[in-house]
């Protein structure tokens, strides 16, 4: 599998699919979650609302699949990251499955390209550099079958340099 890092708007990336950091709502909210919808427009609202109808929403760590409405990408895998609280309620765990399930969703999808935003680290307070460490190690861990790449989309100069420091240690 391949992995790569832009700096830019995960919105405007043509791909198989985008990963969304959403909230267990689903319903919308700031960040790249507001961009997504904003962007996607009102069909990703609807298919969450049916999501949440069937099952009441996401929990933290797992994800699930709408249509990309009228984004580039075909379809948005909504995962719910943690809240940082310190590190020892679980949060490395939790991110970890976020990623994890993200790319179980994405083989279900049969995509070939995914793209991940830098998961709870805004308003949700993970540190940026532990973040990266468990996106990309669980990413290059994950026994892919299909997804032959994957793109760190990093709307922050920060966030872009420390994957770009992960992927060339490599």
Not at 87 to 104: K, T, V
Not at 138 to 164: G, H, I, M, S
Request: charged share 20%.
């Amino acid at each position: 599998m391949k992995l790569s890092v832009v700096q830019g708007d995960i919105t405007r990336l043509p791909a198989d699919a985008i990963v969304n950091a959403a909230n267990e709502s689903l319903l919308g909210g700031g960040g790249v979650d507001g961009a997504i919808h904003r962007a996607g427009g009102p069909e990703i609202l609807a298919e969450c609302r049916e999501i949440r109808a069937r099952q009441g929403g996401c929990p933290t760590g797992e994800a699930v699949v709408t249509t990309g409405g009228q984004l580039p990408a075909r379809h948005v895998i909504h995962t719910v990251g943690p809240v940082w609280a310190g590190g020892a309620s679980g949060e490395a765990e939790l991110l970890a499955a976020c990623y994890h399930n993200s790319l179980d969703r994405a083989e279900e999808l049969g995509a070939r390209q995914v793209a991940f935003p830098n998961i709870s680290t805004g308003v949700y307070g993970y540190p940026k550099d532990r973040a990266a460490a468990i996106a990309v190690s669980t990413v290059k861990a994950y026994p892919a079958r299909q997804v032959e790449e994957v793109v760190f989309v990093c709307f922050d100069a920060e966030n872009f340099r420390l994957y770009q420091d992960l992927l060339a240690a490599d």
